[in-house]
């Protein structure tokens, strides 16, 4: 069992960034696809974007376009989710999911952190 722990979240103004940060606490990386999903209040869970297993290949939901970038960082055994322009309808619990299959299906991952708060208001 692949044990995920996510940091990074907070309260941001509406413009802001922050840097949301997963990583296994007893595992690698290495082999598996990993993703991010994010549930705001009363709202179901929706896929914000997903990296392969080598970083070579990434998928983003299209709100999220030209304003989150998701990277992996196999020194440092864990996948970054950079977000910027940030506006209150990303207001959410984001969470990082890993493997076995690189998908914007929430089916597809195996492996779940607990999520980590992130609030944009001014």
């Known amino acids: 069992q692949v044990q995920l722990v996510e940091s990074g979240g907070g309260l941001v103004q509406p413009g802001g960034s922050l840097r949301l940060s997963c990583t296994p606490s007893?595992?690698?990386?290495?082999?598996?696809?990993t993703a991010w999903f994010r549930q705001a209040p009363k709202k179901d869970r929706e896929f914000v974007a997903a990296i392969n297993w080598d970083g070579s290949s990434s998928i983003y939901e299209d709100f999220v376009k030209g304003r989150f970038t998701l990277s992996r960082d196999g020194a440092k055994n864990s996948v970054f989710l950079q977000m910027s322009s940030l506006n209150p309808d990303d207001t959410a619990v984001y969470s990082c999911a890993a493997g076995p299959v690189f998908s914007r299906r929430a089916a597809a991952y195996l492996h779940w952190g607990q999520g980590t708060q992130v609030t944009v208001s001014s």
């Open positions: 007893n595992h690698t990386f290495r082999d598996y696809p």
